[in-house]
């Protein structure tokens, strides 16, 4: 069973980074494409940057375009969310997920709180 570890949330004043990471183990086939999402209280989940595993083609939300990186590491099946220039609007829960063909997600990880204070 495929299992995804987000790690690196907290909290952090405005104008400020973080690193988020996603552990992936258990896999038994290529992952097609991760993704990192976020849930702020009484929001949607939002899609807000994604990866594709072989090709690393990247997508970013109009959101954090310019402000996030997302990165992988294929050798440790790890992927990474540079936040930079963090705003009180990016508070939320940051989940990661992946997927083994294009359509919906197959895993989610548990999530991890980012707050930004003003």
């Known amino acids: 069973q495929v299992q995804l570890v987000e790690s690196g949330g907290g909290l952090v004043q405005a104008g400020g980074s973080l690193r988020l990471s996603c552990a992936a183990s258990?896999?038994?086939?290529?992952?097609?494409?991760m993704a990192w999402f976020r849930q702020a209280p009484g929001k949607e989940r939002e899609s807000i940057a994604s990866i594709t595993w072989t090709g690393g083609n990247t997508y970013y939300a109009a959101s954090v375009k310019g402000r996030f990186t997302i990165s992988r590491d294929n050798a440790k099946n790890t992927m990474y969310l540079q936040m930079n220039s963090l705003k009180p609007e990016d508070t939320a829960v940051y989940f990661c997920?992946?997927?083994?063909?294009?359509?919906?997600?197959?895993?989610w990880g548990q999530g991890t709180q980012v707050t930004v204070s003003s």
């Open positions: 997920g992946e997927k083994y063909a294009s359509g919906n997600f197959d895993y």
């Open positions: 258990g896999r038994t086939s290529t992952v097609y494409a």
